[in-house]
């Protein structure tokens, strides 16, 4: 047994000397041939004719033939084809000796096979010359016969693999159901596999989810996050969670499995029943859009997250923005291997040309918008994964006999929380998981988020923090709103907010009650959201989903009633 860590134990595999077989009816021709030969360190064998060769060669791995062209039985030139059929694809070398000097015997040498010759009486240097180049020759061929067959082999064993995996992803990420009625969607991969991802489904209380993400690269590494996210995507939403919810699992689950250089750029969208409304996460996807029967934007749909599987769990953010579909607006979303396809010239397809293709005729589709593309970019190949998909939500049935069951236990709930406190909780998300946690209710999770987020920022950005939702109009004035307010959080010594909430089963109503200690506000000033100006924030929205919204006089105290139908 050899020592693999000790050089001098390693056998050193013998070397098998190049196997000459001489043909030549002339015993001394062939005796002479031999002693060089072997004198060189070559094998040798023999034949007399050119049927003893064949002979020689059907029982020999033969690596040159050195061949005489008078014989009797079967001469070299009628040996040579033979010989050179026999070898098939693999270089066998043939060097005819002849003593025949005349042009047209030389070139009929070549003619049949040969691929040199030498004249008798041969020089043996320069027969000794020959024989290295064209032993040299063979062994390159031989290399490259074994190359292509374990490419060959490789190739083979990836084609299979991929068709395992193309399988494996296909079902993983089938949806569970048909398709909601109004999705147009095209997705087709830069690769054999498509690093974004589009999924659907409807829940029991008639709200439609989807997902477009966008995993970092393309190819398989980037198709690989596809399998567990939609996994998690259809369980979630088969249980009505809210969007928020979904995002953050998603995040979680990807954080652990992602190598920290890949993420998922991802919208989420939850379309209520009745289509009316939207709520949209949004992480690291270009602008989105809602537009109008025409094609015309009604509201861009700008990032506020990061993009899924970045961030840790207590950093997430899950917050959403809430708009109005009414009108039969729809939603426009893509992915950025789009608005950064190239023409020839290096320009990109941007933001402007997309518009102008939504625009291009009423109800335009997804398949118009790739014409475009490709159009743009004057070929069809892609640098990235092309995603387009356009949403004209239509109404769907809620499962009445799931959505009835709630629970019979009425519930009450009362938080004083103070400045300091307020400094350092997060208490809606807490009180909704526990609110929804009672039979029926998490499939209001949604919107109960919405109505109790949106009362409790107005309570403390405009009540106790005194800040004007005017300065959100402009990108600059966004931005110095959120920065002020978490300066004017930081410096707050005093006030606070006071939460109720009422679980009244008999009536099937959730009642907030939310009241802060601050001066109050003037509620028609800071709405907001007048048609699509809006920032998912606003007192309309509390209209919008709840049966009954009432303040008292000095604007500090709402209370909210919202109907679980």
Request: negative net charge.
């Amino acid at each position: 047994m050899t020592d693999a860590s000790n050089p001098d134990s390693l056998e050193v595999p013998e070397v098998v000397p190049p196997l000459i077989l001489v043909v030549d009816d002339e015993e001394l021709n062939r005796t002479l041939l031999r002693i060089m030969l072997e004198h060189d360190n070559y094998s040798v064998i023999e034949a007399s004719n050119g049927a003893e060769a064949l002979v020689q060669l059907a029982s020999n791995d033969v690596d040159l033939v050195l061949l005489d062209i008078m014989m009797p039985v079967m001469d070299g030139y009628v040996a040579a084809p033979k010989i050179k059929e026999h070898s098939g694809a693999s270089y066998l070398p043939i060097i005819f000796i002849t003593a025949l000097e005349d042009s047209a015997s030389l070139a009929r040498c070549l003619d049949v096979g040969g691929d040199d010759f030498m004249p008798k009486p041969f020089e043996p240097l320069v027969l000794k010359a020959k024989l290295r180049v064209h032993l040299r020759i063979r062994e390159l061929v031989q290399q490259s016969i074994r190359q292509t067959q374990t490419l060959t082999y490789y190739q083979n064993q990836t084609e299979r693999e991929h068709e395992l995996v193309e399988h494996i992803f296909a079902n993983a990420l089938k949806q569970p159901h048909e398709m909601p009625n109004g999705v147009d969607s095209h997705l087709s991969p830069a690769a054999m596999f498509n690093g974004d991802v589009f999924l659907s489904a409807v829940a029991p209380n008639g709200s439609q989810y989807f997902m477009l993400g966008d995993f970092t690269g393309h190819g398989l590494a980037a198709a690989i996050g596809a399998l567990p996210i939609s996994t998690i995507f259809y369980t979630m939403a088969a249980k009505n969670l809210a969007i928020g919810d979904i995002a953050k699992e998603l995040n979680r689950s990807l954080a652990k499995l992602l190598p920290s250089h890949m993420f998922c750029a991802a919208t989420l969208v939850e379309v209520n029943a009745s289509a009316q409304s939207a709520n949209f996460w949004l992480g690291g996807l270009p602008d989105g859009f809602i537009i109008d029967q025409q094609g015309d934007v009604l509201a861009h749909l700008e990032s506020m997250h990061m993009a899924l599987g970045i961030l840790d769990d207590d950093e997430f953010e899950r917050d959403v923005v809430h708009l109005s579909l009414r009108n039969h607006a729809r939603i426009a979303l893509y992915t950025d291997g789009i608005i950064e396809a190239e023409n020839p010239s290096a320009a990109q397809y941007g933001y402007s040309r997309l518009e102008r293709a939504l625009k291009n005729k009423p109800r335009v589709g997804t398949s118009e918008i790739i014409a475009d593309v490709h159009a743009f970019t004057g070929c069809e190949v892609q640098q990235d994964d092309y995603s387009v998909v356009i949403i004209d939500p239509t109404p769907h049935k809620v499962d009445e006999q799931r959505n009835k069951v709630i629970s019979p236990l009425p519930l009450t709930l009362h938080l004083d929380l103070d400045a300091q406190q307020l400094k350092k909780l997060d208490p809606i998300a807490q009180l909704i998981d526990l609110l929804t946690n009672l039979p029926g209710l998490n499939a209001h999770k949604s919107s109960l988020f919405i109505l109790l987020s949106e009362a409790y920022n107005n309570a403390l950005e405009h009540g106790l923090l005194g800040l004007d939702s005017q300065m959100k109009l402009s990108d600059e004035g966004f931005m110095d709103y959120y920065l002020q307010r978490e300066q004017r959080l930081d410096e707050l010594t005093q006030g606070k907010i006071v939460i109720d909430v009422h679980y009244v089963p008999h009536e099937r109503k959730v009642i907030f009650k939310l009241a802060d200690s601050g001066d109050g506000f003037d509620r028609d000033a800071i709405n907001l959201q007048q048609g699509y100006q809006s920032f998912g924030r606003g007192l309309s929205l509390l209209n919008e989903l709840a049966e009954n919204v009432t303040y008292n006089d000095k604007g500090n105290e709402v209370n909210i009633t919202y109907v679980i139908e």
